[in-house]
T-cell receptor, first 119, second 111 residues
Framework: DVKVTQSSRYLVKRTGEKVFLECVQD?????MFWYRQDPGLGLRLIYF???????EKGDIPEGYSVSREKKERFSLILESASTNQTSMYLC??????????????????FGPGTRLTVT | DAKTTQPTSMDCAEGRAANLPCNHSTISGNEYVYWYRQIHSQGPQYIIH???NNETNEMASLIITEDRKSSTLILPHATLRDTAVYYC????????????FGTGTLLAVQP
């Protein structure tokens, strides 16, 4: 089974702190994603990475940065945490398959989430 | 990406089939239909996906209409553990396949 783990289930930080959320996957997947989930808004994509050291902004990248130094690990960084970043953060990974028509990626595998509270 | 429309909530009796509808009237020819679910306090879980043909796996069946403007996820024998929010997503795929999650359907399986 694919396993995606996140460093903490619950985290409480103070406004202005630098926060690191870690995500590790054990299936050698090329793609990794960071989402946040808020009531009534569904999941929103913050950043994703399609290879080591490669990243692209998602829909709501402001206030966040990411790092992918190794294929299995994708970190989300809040440079200076603010109360509006209180949320559930979800990491996901997905494999890339080479087909005759090109490369495809289908299902994403999610971690259990980190509930971050910024006070 | 095409958008989807799902009912906000549905009920289903335990042991009966749960049929969850999804409208995606603006889907384009190369876009897939994906279904995920999220049980309370857990990360989303992939269920199934399809392009044109109906699909079945150990979790569910996916029925896509011939015009591809709507689909139905079928859980053949719902259990209490199937109570979750179910998301229908349309995506073009490609190597990175970014998914856009809406607010989904809350399926409540009743004993």
């Amino acid at each position: 089974d694919v396993k995606v783990t996140q460093s903490s289930r619950y985290l409480v930080k103070r406004t202005g702190e630098k926060v690191f959320l870690e995500c590790v996957q054990d299936m050698d997947h090329e793609n990794m994603f960071w989402y946040r989930q808020d009531p009534g808004l569904g999941l929103r994509l913050i950043y994703f990475s399609y290879d080591v050291k490669m990243k692209e902004k998602g829909d709501i990248p402001e206030g966040y940065s990411v790092s992918r130094e190794k294929k299995e690990r994708f970190s989300l960084i809040l440079e200076s945490a603010s109360t509006n970043q209180t949320s559930m953060y979800l990491c996901a990974s997905s494999p890339v398959i080479g087909l005759a028509g090109g490369y495809r990626s289908y299902e994403q595998y999610f971690g259990p989430g980190t509930r971050l509270t910024v006070t | 990406d095409a958008k989807t429309t799902q009912p906000t909530s549905m009920d289903c009796a335990e042991g009966r089939a749960a049929n969850l509808p999804c409208n995606h009237s603006t889907i384009s020819g190369n876009e897939y239909v994906y279904w995920y679910r999220q049980i309370h306090s857990q990360g989303p879980q992939y269920i199934i996906h399809g392009l044109k043909n109906n699909e079945t796996n150990e979790m569910a069946s996916l029925i896509i209409t011939e015009d591809r403007k709507s689909s139905t996820l079928i859980l053949p024998h719902a259990t209490l553990r199937d109570t979750a929010v179910y998301y229908c997503i349309v995506s073009g795929g490609g190597a990175t396949n970014k998914l856009i999650f809406g607010t989904g359907t809350l399926l409540a399986v009743q004993p």
